[in-house]
């Protein structure tokens, strides 16, 4: 996961199509109102049950469990939280889509169902904020469909290996080609006086510049959407902190924030800036 709710506490992740087809339109496997509303109207009636029996067994707990059963609670409370966020767009007319089956059996597709669920998600303002992590660390993960039968992180410590090189260069065209994707269906999806590309920010990188030498330094960052603009390469000094360029993209979005991380600074990128 890149997503954290603190320091210490990673925020789960989901992989799976079908769950976040789920979570975005509920379990009914469908986008249709009337559907979706029956369902809704139902799982709000489980959750009030398990409210109430939750409070009649809190008192007759310990201290210890009674904590357990608080974070339980929590738990229920977002999922309640959630219900009534779709319950306040249940009426919108959301566009047919099948409910994925699970997970693809190639990258390459789950990759691409991955991105169009964030694409619709965005179409239909269900959330205005994702992440997407292509290639965990360590991954075993193989590219059989590009002819790389290899190991990606092996791969990814290449000591120069000129055809080690060759596939990792393959595997980064490879996930950048399907990003490009995803950015082609913003652009190509109308929203208010432009499209969805037009009023997004997207950012595409890495954790690292030299995998091979696990260096951080010097890291090629992509800015994409009418937000932060585009079309230009700006190359800053060494050792900009990567938070400074956060917190100019922060700005952009109207969240102004005066400092995160290990920033120094904001970076200047406007076109005139």
Same mark, same amino acid.
């Given at each position: 996961?890149?997503?954290?709710?603190?320091?210490?506490?990673?925020?789960?992740?989901?992989?799976?199509?079908?769950?976040?087809?789920?979570?975005?339109?509920?379990?009914?496997?469908?986008?249709?109102?009337?559907?979706?509303?029956?369902?809704?109207?139902?799982?709000?009636?489980?959750?009030?049950?398990?409210?109430?029996?939750?409070?009649?067994?809190?008192?007759?707990?310990?201290?210890?469990?009674?904590?357990?059963?608080?974070?339980?609670?929590?738990?229920?409370?977002?999922?309640?939280?959630?219900?009534?966020?779709?319950?306040?767009?249940?009426?919108?007319?959301?566009?047919?889509?099948?409910?994925?089956?699970?997970?693809?059996?190639?990258?390459?597709?789950?990759?691409?169902?991955?991105?169009?669920?964030?694409?619709?998600?965005?179409?239909?303002?269900?959330?205005?904020?994702?992440?997407?992590?292509?290639?965990?660390?360590?991954?075993?993960?193989?590219?059989?469909?590009? $002819?790389?039968?290899? #190991?990606?992180?092996?791969?990814?410590?290449? /000591?120069?290996? =000129?055809?080690? !090189? @060759?596939?990792?260069?393959?595997?980064?065209?490879?996930?950048?080609?399907?990003?490009?994707?995803?950015?082609?269906?913003?652009?190509?999806?109308?929203?208010?006086?432009?499209?969805?590309?037009?009023?997004?920010?997207?950012?595409? $990188?890495?954790?690292? #510049?030299?995998?091979?030498?696990?260096?951080? /330094?010097?890291? =090629?960052?992509? !800015? @994409?959407?009418?937000?932060?603009?585009?079309?230009?390469?700006?190359?800053?000094?060494?050792?900009?902190?990567?938070?400074?360029?956060?917190?100019?993209?922060?700005?952009?979005?109207?969240?102004?924030?005066?400092?995160?991380?290990?920033?120094?600074?904001?970076?200047?990128?406007?076109?005139?800036?």
């Amino acid at each position: 996961t890149i997503s954290w709710a603190n320091d210490t506490t990673p925020l789960p992740m989901e992989n799976n199509p079908r769950v976040v087809f789920e979570r975005l339109f509920g379990d009914s496997g469908s986008t249709d109102p009337t559907v979706r509303k029956a369902r809704l109207a139902k799982d709000a009636s489980l959750l009030d049950s398990v409210t109430e029996r939750a409070d009649d067994l809190s008192r007759q707990l310990g201290t210890g469990d009674r904590r357990k059963l608080t974070q339980y609670l929590d738990a229920v409370r977002d999922i309640e939280r959630r219900i009534q966020m779709a319950e306040l767009q249940s009426d919108r007319e959301l566009p047919v889509v099948e409910q994925p089956a699970g997970v693809p059996g190639t990258f390459g597709e789950h990759a691409q169902l991955m991105f169009d669920l964030m694409a619709l998600a965005y179409e239909t303002d269900l959330t205005r904020v994702t992440t997407f992590m292509m290639g965990r660390e360590i991954t075993g993960r193989t590219y059989s469909e590009i $002819g790389v039968p290899d #190991a990606h992180h092996p791969i990814s410590h290449h /000591q120069k290996d =000129p055809a080690k !090189l @060759a596939k990792l260069t393959k595997i980064n065209q490879y996930h950048c080609e399907l990003f490009a994707k995803f950015i082609e269906r913003l652009s190509n999806t109308p929203d208010g006086d432009g499209t969805l590309l037009d009023h997004s920010m997207i950012v595409y $990188g890495a954790g690292m #510049a030299d995998s091979n030498a696990h260096a951080s /330094q010097n890291l =090629p960052i992509l !800015l @994409a959407g009418g937000v932060a603009g585009g079309g230009r390469h700006i190359m800053y000094p060494e050792d900009t902190p990567l938070a400074n360029l956060q917190l100019s993209l922060l700005d952009k979005l109207g969240v102004p924030t005066e400092s995160l991380g290990h920033a120094t600074g904001k970076l200047p990128i406007d076109p005139l800036g």
